[in-house]
């Protein structure tokens, strides 16, 4: 496994500068509407269409330079990025590779790698340069020996990681509608395969169990749910159905269920499903919506359980949920100056309002650890 040890952020979006942050197994960052939480979490989706085949495409969608750059061009004319990765955890941990970059913005609207550099740690610490001008990555042709092999492990891990997001239920969602059977190799983002996996997971012997400690989870969250119903007859088709406890011979489809009812079913299928089959680094933007405070400690619980084997970035408004992690979990977001500021928390710093047995969350009401709003 490969867990994100390091980041530096300079110049993207709200983060002006964000230099050597370390990321834990467990991150669960708070802070008030607009601190820049969700632009911490959306980072790594910027990084994955760095390394994928459409980033100029990318950079247009998202509003252009303009848009990416901390407050325009004009204010920062480039952003610094770098990512450290490293297969254990921890401070004294060795870093295994690395990926620097430097992007700029041009006169016609477009993002330009000035510098590109793959790094490898082992027993010498090297860094390699692909070059400058280019506007898509070319840590993805590489084929100069010897930053190839770099190269390709680099990219490798610029692809371990996935960010979920369970928040539209509505009528048109994607986890409603029917879709093929064998769509089913990983869970998607918006769970648009839900019942294929479901069906995986149920119907292959060494993951029975995950399924059915699934199932067992969602009913102490809503107590009138029986099962998921997967058909046997052959089709090339699937949508989520399930049946209420004690009435099997009644299927419903997911459209009856509450729409925490349905984002809890997501959450739960994605952080009980088997180790080898998650991500290595799971991103999740507030998972809380709509969920009772039963199902929230529930998550907690289910959260700190996938951060035991793997890497887990949250962001979350939820006092409640927040109250079931530790301080050194806990990454606070507010804005000073106009500009992002993350400081994870520190257990001897908060050790006298503990001991007194005030709870994170009290103590984030009470605004004890900042990352509420502030005129």
């Not at 996935?162 to 029917?178: N, P």
Request: with cysteine.
């Amino acid at each position: 496994m490969t867990q994100i040890q390091k980041l530096t952020i300079k110049g993207y979006k709200s983060i002006k500068a964000l230099e050597n942050f370390e990321l834990r197994p467990l991150n669960v960052l708070i802070g008030a509407n607009g601190s820049g939480k969700s632009n911490f979490i959306g980072l790594f989706r910027f990084l994955a269409s760095v390394a994928g085949d459409n980033f100029p495409v990318d950079v247009q969608k998202w509003g252009g330079p303009e848009a990416l750059l901390y407050y325009g061009s004009k204010v920062t004319p480039q952003m610094n990025l770098e990512i450290q990765f490293s297969p254990t955890v921890g401070h004294t941990a060795t870093f295994e590779n690395g990926y620097r970059l430097t992007l700029e913005a041009t006169q016609d609207n477009r993002l330009i790698f000035t510098r590109e550099e793959p790094t490898v740690q082992g027993d010498f610490f090297r860094v390699y340069s692909l070059g400058a001008g280019h506007d898509s990555a070319r840590i993805r042709t590489d084929k100069n020996s010897p930053s190839a092999t770099v190269s390709r492990y680099v990219l490798d891990k610029l692809q371990i990681w996935r960010q979920y997001h369970f928040h539209d239920t509505g009528d048109t969602a994607a986890v409603k509608r029917i879709h093929a059977i064998n769509d089913n190799l990983r869970l998607k983002p918006d769970a648009a395969n839900l019942a294929a996996y479901l069906r995986k997971l149920k119907t292959t012997p060494t993951w029975e169990n995950s399924y059915d400690r699934i199932v067992e989870t969602i009913r102490r969250a809503a107590p009138f749910f029986g099962d998921f119903v997967l058909r046997d007859e052959e089709s090339d088709y699937i949508e989520l159905e399930w049946t209420e406890r004690g009435r099997p011979d009644t299927p419903w489809k997911a459209h009856v269920l509450s729409d925490g009812t349905l984002r809890f079913i997501c959450l739960t299928t994605l952080l009980l499903q088997p180790a080898t089959l998650l991500p290595d680094t799971v991103l999740i933007d507030e998972p809380e919506l709509g969920l009772h405070p039963f199902a929230i400690n529930l998550l907690a619980e289910m959260l700190k359980e996938a951060a035991e084997s793997k890497q887990v970035i949250v962001s979350t408004q939820s006092v409640e949920l927040l109250n079931n992690f530790q301080p050194e979990d806990v990454v606070v977001v507010q804005r000073e100056n106009d500009a992002s500021v993350f400081k994870r928390l520190d257990t001897e710093e908060l050790a006298d309002w503990l001991m007194d047995d005030y709870s994170l969350g009290e103590l984030w009401k009470r605004n004890v650890l900042g990352g509420r709003p502030t005129r």
